[in-house]
C-alpha cells in the first residue's frame, strides 16, 4: 500500500529557531501532498497544499512567510516552521496524494513540535 | 466549502455493531464522503469513502442517504483496537480536492 514517511517524529527546538519537517511518499509519485496541524483534542486544519514543481496554495490565516513549503520532487515535500515561538508546538501532519489511484490521501505519521 | 458535524463521542461493546453518523447537510452533487480514522498520535488511517451508493470493504460499510445530507459509519464487530477518533471527511470537487476534516466522534469500545 502507499505510504507515506515523516522526519523527524519529534522535535524540541528554543524560540526563534526555524525548523524543518521532511514527508515522503515511499513507493508512489505525488503531484499533490497537503500540510496539516492538530492541537490536542482537535480535529486537522488544513494548512496548505502543495503541487510539486510550484508554489504551495495557504488556506485562509495561515502565513505563507511564517509556514515556509517546498515540493521540489514527486516524492519529498518540506514544511519550514520559520522564528518558532511556543504558539507553533503542534503536531504536524502530511498528506500525499498518488495522482494514479484518484484522490485519496496517504497520511504520514505526524511530527510533534515543541518550542521552548 | 461543505461541513460535516459528528457527534464528540460514542461507546459501544466489543463485538457489536459501532454505528457513527455524519450529518454534511451542505454537500454538493460531486463532493465525496471520506472516513478515515486516527488513533492518538498517529496520522489518520483511509477506511472507505462513497458519492451516493451504499459502499462495503473488509474493514466496514458506509450508508448515504438518498438526498446525500448525511452518512453512517457501520463498524460490523467492534474490537478494542477499533477505539479512536473517527473523521468523516467531504472531499471537495474541484481545484485541489482537498479535504474538509469534521470535529470527529470519539468512539471507545468497551470489553
Known amino acids: 500500500g502507499a505510504v507515506v514517511s515523516q522526519h523527524p517524529s519529534w522535535v524540541i527546538c528554543k524560540s526563534g529557531t526555524s525548523v524543518k519537517i521532511e514527508c515522503r511518499s515511499l513507493?508512489?509519485?505525488?503531484?499533490?501532498m497537503f500540510w496539516y496541524r492538530q492541537f490536542p483534542k482537535q480535529s486537522l486544519m488544513l494548512m496548505a497544499t502543495?503541487?510539486?514543481?510550484?508554489?504551495?496554495?495557504?488556506e485562509q490565516g495561515v502565513e505563507k512567510d511564517k509556514f515556509l513549503i517546498n515540493h521540489a520532487s514527486l516524492t519529498l515535500s518540506t514544511l519550514t516552521v520559520t522564528s518558532a515561538h511556543p504558539e507553533d508546538s503542534s503536531f504536524y501532519i502530511c498528506?500525499?496524494?498518488?495522482?494514479?489511484?484518484?484522490?485519496?490521501?496517504?497520511f504520514g505519521p505526524g511530527t510533534r513540535l515543541t518550542v521552548l | 466549502d461543505a461541513k460535516t458535524t459528528q457527534p464528540p463521542s460514542m461507546d459501544c461493546a466489543e463485538g457489536r455493531a459501532a454505528n457513527l453518523p455524519c450529518n454534511h447537510s451542505?454537500?454538493?452533487?460531486?463532493?465525496?464522503v471520506y472516513w478515515y480514522r486516527q488513533i492518538h498520535s498517529q496520522g489518520p488511517q483511509y477506511i472507505i469513502h462513497?458519492?451516493?451508493n451504499n459502499e462495503t470493504n473488509e474493514m466496514a460499510s458506509l450508508i448515504i442517504t438518498e438526498d446525500r445530507k448525511s452518512s453512517t459509519l457501520i463498524l460490523p464487530h467492534a474490537t478494542l483496537r477499533d477505539t479512536a477518533v473517527y473523521y468523516c471527511?467531504?472531499?471537495?470537487?474541484?481545484?485541489?480536492?482537498?479535504?474538509?476534516f469534521g470535529t470527529g466522534t470519539r468512539l471507545k469500545v468497551l470489553a
Open positions: 462513497g458519492l451516493k
Open positions: 502543495s503541487n510539486e514543481g510550484s508554489k504551495a496554495t495557504y
Open positions: 498528506s500525499a496524494r498518488d495522482y494514479t489511484s484518484g484522490y485519496e490521501q496517504f
Open positions: 513507493d508512489f509519485q505525488a503531484t499533490t
Open positions: 451542505t454537500i454538493s452533487g460531486n463532493e465525496y
Open positions: 471527511i467531504v472531499r471537495v470537487a474541484t481545484g485541489t480536492y482537498k479535504y474538509i
